[in-house]
């Protein structure tokens, strides 16, 4: 069975003058666990919506969309986010901003320090774990910002333009970094991304949505070996 199943999916926003903007057309997709998937597309042809809907941020107008099978009604720990700011708190340091999410849900005592411990070593942030946000580059961040998604175990990795404000050489290494990452845990991950090479380089398949709103335009396999 695949993990997130997308039918007839529609997302119509209602603008303050009262006008429909069709974000989202009868999409349909289906993806299976463990998966990397990249979304490209034009600005405006609705990634950031179809993304936010799979996060619970955004309600959807009408169709389905379920992961694990059940149906998307809200925000879920089951998902990791990660968006193009890291949003770190600027008054805790960079293991609490980490393991905030696990702790106000499940304790302190929850958090997989061994897992911690891991992924700050896999992206280069051991040795930063007393430091506050400010203290960091952008790049270094945004490392903290997936490290605290992946703590929580997510069962969906969705990034929405993770590295879009980095310059190319850190967004480079963060995708090497990534897909390490993506190799030892095989998190299904949903990449959305305005850059072909970078998806053609992270994903097993593309869903390419077209400047109409919502409609793919196909759903391209990539066949590359993995690092
Ligand atoms: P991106 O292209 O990077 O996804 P946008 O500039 O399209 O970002 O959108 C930025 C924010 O503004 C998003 O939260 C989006 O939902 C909102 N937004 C985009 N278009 C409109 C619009 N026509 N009316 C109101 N809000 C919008
Ligand atoms: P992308 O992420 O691909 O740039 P978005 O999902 O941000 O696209 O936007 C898809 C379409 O929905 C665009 O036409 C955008 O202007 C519109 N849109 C996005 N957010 C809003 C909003 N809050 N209100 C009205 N229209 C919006």
């Given at each position: 069975d695949p993990l997130i199943t997308c039918r007839s999916l529609n997302k119509v926003y209602k603008t303050r003058s009262g006008d429909a903007v069709d974000a989202l057309v009868d999409l349909n997709f289906d993806i299976a666990k463990g998966e990397f998937i990249s979304v490209v597309g034009p600005s405006g042809c609705g990634k950031s919506t179809l993304l936010k809907i799979m996060a619970g941020l955004l309600d959807?107008?009408?169709?389905?969309?379920?992961?694990?099978?059940?149906a998307v009604t809200g925000?879920?720990?089951?998902?990791?986010?990660?968006?193009?700011?890291?949003?770190?708190?600027?008054?805790?340091?960079?293991?609490?901003?980490?393991?905030?999410?696990?702790?106000?849900?499940?304790?302190?005592?929850?958090?997989?320090?061994t897992l911690v411990r891991e992924l700050m070593s896999m992206v280069g942030l051991k040795g930063f774990e007393g430091k506050y946000p400010h203290e960091l580059s952008g790049g270094m961040q945004q490392r903290a910002a997936i490290v605290r998604a992946l703590v929580q175990d997510p069962a969906v990795l969705l990034m929405d333009e993770p590295f879009g404000a980095l310059d190319a050489m850190t967004r480079d290494m963060m995708n090497v970094e990534l897909l390490k990452i993506w190799?030892?845990?095989?998190?299904t991950v949903i990449f959305i991304t305005h850059s072909i090479?970078?998806?053609v380089f992270l994903s097993d398949r593309v869903i390419a949505m077209t400047p109409r709103p919502g409609e793919i335009a196909e759903i391209i396999p990539i066949d590359l070996p993995r690092p």
């Open positions: 959807y107008t009408s169709g389905d969309i379920a992961i694990s099978g059940k925000p879920s720990p089951q998902n990791g986010l990660v968006f193009q700011q890291p949003n770190l708190l600027p008054w805790k340091t960079i293991a609490e901003n980490v393991y905030f999410p696990v702790e106000i849900q499940q304790g302190r005592r929850a958090v997989n320090m190799s030892k845990h095989r998190k090479p970078e998806a």
